[in-house]
């Protein structure tokens, strides 16, 4: 089949790569001219495992190529796949101008019966506006479909090739055998199901794995009221097949590219249609509020973090990534800054950029971040920074352990003479 995917971000770059591993001709189609050239070069512009090795791989047979032009893109194509972003507007609904952009720049090139499909994450309704934005410049017949995304970041090529479903909405035989057609190479269920339950298939999940890290985050606060310990809380009750031992994350609130932005824009559209009690309204504002609760707690716990030095330990939003968008890091770094403290930082792949007010150095080894902290605090369970020895740095002084994702040892981490703090537990 011959497939267009616009928008060559995370998303756009596997799809596409996987979509030309299962035989499929397939253009990458991006308006980002250095992204471009760096993809025709063979290059990824973001880390992401195994998929440089994928990308070449594909290259090399022919099936994959990449361009800016949409004339050259959508012309051939029968399958338009659009995966541009949907950040958060200010009011925090999805902001879709990239989506419609896109629909208005492939609209004079469609061809006959070719599918328009919407893979990036976008509320009901949105297809509707699509294919109205396509039928004011062109009169050919094409069809609309909704197919949401849902890889991890960190193992998205593996998450591509091993889907646990894909997910169909459209509402024609047509497009369902198509769309079935096109991903025949896998064995993952398919669903089929009306546009709008696609759309909030992918919402859902989101807002779920959210709302669960959100729930243990405030189980979490009780037991540090009592003495109770989170990681066996989580234990005790992972035995019931109903809750399950699996995706228990208390921490700092969830971050990220796609749960923040995901569940805002559920919330502002629980608001839109006059549901402004939904649940997930609350799950947003507290998660927001999270890390500065944390913030201040071990800030007083510690004594204050003025004039302390503290070894940021990870700066991307979860291990196995580069990507920075909603990562603890970015709010971390800012509010030490405010409180007087010099943070020193360490993350095997990811980089911050500085703001004005930043007191803050990215150094090159987890030992040059830590061994003048007065401060260590691991934010992110990057397997370097898990499996690093903390004996090795310790200094000849009073030194404080933040373990902010639950990873270490407290008798290992006490037994090296730091003062070990984590969450959910005294
Ligand atoms: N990143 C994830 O882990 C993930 C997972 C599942 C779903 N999603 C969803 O997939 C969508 C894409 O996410 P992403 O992380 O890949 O985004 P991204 O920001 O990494 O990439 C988006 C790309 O679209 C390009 N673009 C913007 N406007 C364009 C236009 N008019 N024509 C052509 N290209 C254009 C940008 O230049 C950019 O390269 C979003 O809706 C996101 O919510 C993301």
């Known amino acids: 089949m011959k497939v267009t995917v616009i928008g060559t971000g995370f998303v756009g770059v596997v799809s596409a790569a996987v979509y030309a591993s299962f035989g499929h001709e397939v253009m990458g189609l991006d308006i980002d001219e250095h992204k471009i050239k760096l993809l025709e070069q063979g290059e990824v512009p973001f880390y992401e495992s195994g998929l440089k090795e994928l990308l070449l791989e594909q290259q090399a047979t022919g099936k994959l190529h990449f361009t800016t032009?949409?004339?050259?893109?959508?012309?051939?194509?029968?399958?338009?796949?659009?995966?541009?972003?949907?950040?958060?507007?200010?009011d925090e609904t999805a902001d879709l101008r990239y989506v419609l952009a896109s629909a208005k720049s492939l609209a004079p090139?469609?061809?006959?019966?070719?599918?328009?499909?919407?893979?990036?994450?976008?509320?009901?309704?949105?297809?509707?506006?699509?294919i109205a934005t396509i039928q004011a410049q062109t009169n050919v017949t094409f069809h609309g479909a909704s197919m949401p995304e849902f890889l991890r970041e960190g193992s998205a090529v593996h998450d591509t090739l091993h889907p646990d479903r894909i997910v169909i909405g459209a509402d024609n035989e047509f497009v369902f055998t198509k769309l079935t057609e096109l991903h025949s190479a896998l064995q993952a269920p398919i669903v089929r199901c009306k546009v709008a339950s696609a759309q909030m298939a992918k919402y859902?999940?989101?807002?779920?794995?959210?709302?669960?890290?959100?729930?243990?985050?405030?189980?979490?606060?009780?037991?540090?009221?009592?003495g109770a310990d989170i990681n066996e809380v989580i234990e005790a009750i992972g035995y019931d097949q109903r809750i399950?031992?699996?995706?228990?994350?208390?921490?700092?609130?969830?971050?990220?590219?796609?749960?923040?932005?995901?569940?805002?824009?559920?919330?502002?559209?629980?608001?839109?249609?006059?549901?402004?009690?939904?649940?997930?309204?609350?799950?947003?504002?507290?998660?927001?509020?999270?890390?500065?609760?944390?913030?201040?707690?071990?800030?007083?716990?510690?004594?204050?973090?003025?004039?302390?030095?503290?070894?940021?330990l990870g700066l991307s939003f979860k291990p196995n990534?580069?990507?920075?968008?909603?990562?603890?890091?970015?709010?971390?770094?800012?509010?030490?800054s405010s409180q007087g403290a010099q943070v020193l930082s360490y993350d095997p792949m990811a980089t911050y950029q500085n703001q004005e007010h930043d007191a803050h150095e990215q150094k090159n080894t987890i030992q040059e971040a830590c061994s003048e902290a007065d401060v260590i605090m691991a934010v992110v369970e990057w397997p370097e920074i898990t499996g690093f020895d903390f004996t090795q740095v310790k200094a000849n002084k009073k030194q404080f352990f933040i373990d902010a994702r639950n990873q270490f040892d407290r008798q290992i981490i006490e037994a090296a003479g730091y003062t070990y703090l984590a969450i959910g537990k005294r």
């Open 109 to 130: 090139h469609l061809t006959e019966d070719a599918i328009v499909v919407i893979k990036s994450t976008v509320p009901p309704g949105t297809l509707e506006k699509v």
């Open 321 to 336: 990534t580069d990507d920075m968008r909603e990562a603890p890091s970015t709010k971390i770094i800012p509010y030490l």
């Open 204 to 226: 859902t999940a989101n807002a779920y794995l959210a709302t669960r890290i959100t729930f243990i985050n405030e189980i979490a606060n009780l037991c540090e009221k009592n």
């Open 244 to 312: 399950g031992k699996h995706y228990w994350y208390p921490g700092l609130g969830y971050g990220g590219s796609c749960f923040p932005k995901d569940v805002k824009e559920l919330a502002a559209y629980s608001r839109s249609v006059g549901e402004d009690g939904n649940l997930l309204n609350r799950i947003n504002e507290i998660n927001k509020e999270r890390i500065f609760r944390l913030l201040t707690k071990f800030g007083q716990e510690i004594g204050g973090f003025e004039h302390k030095t503290v070894a940021l």
């Open 69 to 90: 032009s949409y004339e050259k893109a959508i012309g051939q194509a029968e399958i338009i796949i659009i995966a541009v972003g949907t950040p958060s507007a200010a």
